[in-house]
Every structure is written in C-alpha cells, then in structure tokens.
C-alpha cells in the first residue's frame, strides 16, 4: 500500500525564523520534487499559477526554497485531510487571509486521475521539439541517480514499450545523436552484464520454441555459438543454426 505525506515550501529566511510556509500539499514518492522539476515549463496554464510563478522568480534570484515533509507515513484519505487543515490554519494569498499560493482550500488530490486525450496531446504538444540546457540534463541525472525500481514497476515499463516502434525520423535522430559517441569500459561492463543475465529461447521457422536458455552463457552447452547467438537478438543477424533467437522477456 502506497504511503502518503503532507510538505511545505518555504523561503529559507522564513523557515529559519521560524516563519509560515508558502505553499502545502501532499503526495507520496518523488511528489515532493515535482514542481521545482516542472516550474520552468510555462507552456501550460497549469504551470503558471502563483505558486510556479513565485519559484521561478526564487529561480531567477538564484536561491531555492526549503522543502520539508511535515507528517509522513499516512494514508491518501490522512494526508487529503491534514492538508486541509494546514491550509485553513495558515490561509491562502489569492484569498489574502494567509502566506500560501495554493489556489485550492486541498483535499482534492488527483491520485488515480485519468487525464483525457485532448490534455494529453497539449502536453505532448508543449513538450514537443524541446531542448533541455545541460543543467536541465545534469538536474535530471542527479534526479534518478541510485534510484532502484521495484521488479513491479520494471515490469510495467517493459509492458509499456513492447511491441512498439520508432518511426524513421526518430531512429535518424537517434543515429545522429548517437554518432561518435562512445561507452565508458564501466558502462560497456554494465549493459554486457544485464545481457548475459537475460533468458533466451530458441525457435525453429514455424515458431514453436526448441530451447531455453537461463542465459546467453548457456548456449554453448547445446554446441551453439554465443557470438552468433548475440548477433542474432541485436537483430545483425537472421538466424543461427537454423534457429530464430529471441530474449524471453521480448
């Protein structure tokens, strides 16, 4: 079950005198971060509310605010709730009864919303042809650095992307982007080992499967060729032995 937590945003001043906070809300995961990762995306009415306005300003003065999680460990219906109350407590700008930007009295949480497809093709739209700065780049590799996916959440991304396909402009792009660019030996060493841990099957023209493999390692126990073996699931190769090979997890 999925644990929720109710943050605050503050000025750092503030926070260090003990000061109100300018904007509450509640998530669970990387919700916390979200909006200093999407404040500068102004493409979207969503993000140009008081409350991104006011951290893209702190942006551009060259300062943060200071993100603290106030209770955690709490049920959505908890979380919804305290936000609520925070919110009431401290009061809201745009009602010029408190410190915060929220533009909502809270509670009205969109975990589990469904975004229609006319908003998912603006978004898709706004976030067309753009190039991220290197800061930008660096922010998000810091971002996801360490971060280890649940077998779950693994399982539901490689469900998301089979079977699909780029179309011949993107496979262009991503050559030329790609071109003259090498691995590091560590990164090299990292995607071999990912490889060799992969199952991998064998199938005769007809496609009934003739053998399983726990990895590609193994092959050579039945007088197959590794190499012909990779050159094959690289797609560099057609058949090997008569065989097609596949990952089993393809």
């Known amino acids: 079950m999925r644990k929720f937590y109710v943050y605050a945003y503050y000025e750092l001043e503030q926070y260090n005198k003990g000061g109100l906070p300018f904007y509450m809300g509640k998530g669970s995961g ?7 990762r999407n404040c500068q995306n102004k493409a979207l009415d969503v993000y140009n509310t008081l409350f991104y306005r006011k951290l893209r300003k702190m942006r551009l003065q060259g300062y943060k605010p200071k993100v603290v999680k106030i ?3 709490l049920l959505e219906k908890e979380a919804l709730a305290l936000e609520v109350i925070f919110i009431q407590l401290i009061g809201r700008r745009n009602l010029k009864t408190g410190s915060l930007c929220n533009l909502t009295n809270g509670g009205d949480g969109v975990s589990g919303h469904i ?4 908003v998912r093709k603006r978004m898709s739209d706004a ?3 753009k190039i991220l700065t290197e800061e930008w780049r660096r922010n998000i590799g810091l971002a996801n650095k360490g971060l280890h996916r649940s077998e779950k959440t693994k399982r539901l991304i490689g469900n998301c992307r089979r079977g699909k396909h780029h179309s011949e ?3 262009r792009r991503l050559s030329l982007y790609f071109k003259g660019k090498k691995h590091s030996s560590e990164t090299r060493n990292r995607m071999s080992k990912i490889a060799l841990r992969r199952p991998v099957n064998a199938f005769d023209s007809d496609g009934n499967c003739i053998y399983q493999f726990d990895s590609i390692k193994n ?3 039945k007088g197959f ?14 058949t090997h032995k008569g065989l097609i090979w596949r990952y089993a997890d393809a």
């Open 169 to 171: 402009e993107t496979k």
């Open 30 to 36: 990387r919700r916390i971060s979200y909006h200093l």
């Open 115 to 118: 975004v229609s497809v006319a």
């Open 127 to 129: 976030h067309k042809g």
């Open 71 to 73: 209770i955690d460990n």
């Open 225 to 238: 060729t590794r190499c012909c073996v990779s050159n094959c699931l690289a797609n560099r190769q057609t």
């Open 219 to 221: 092959v050579i126990n």
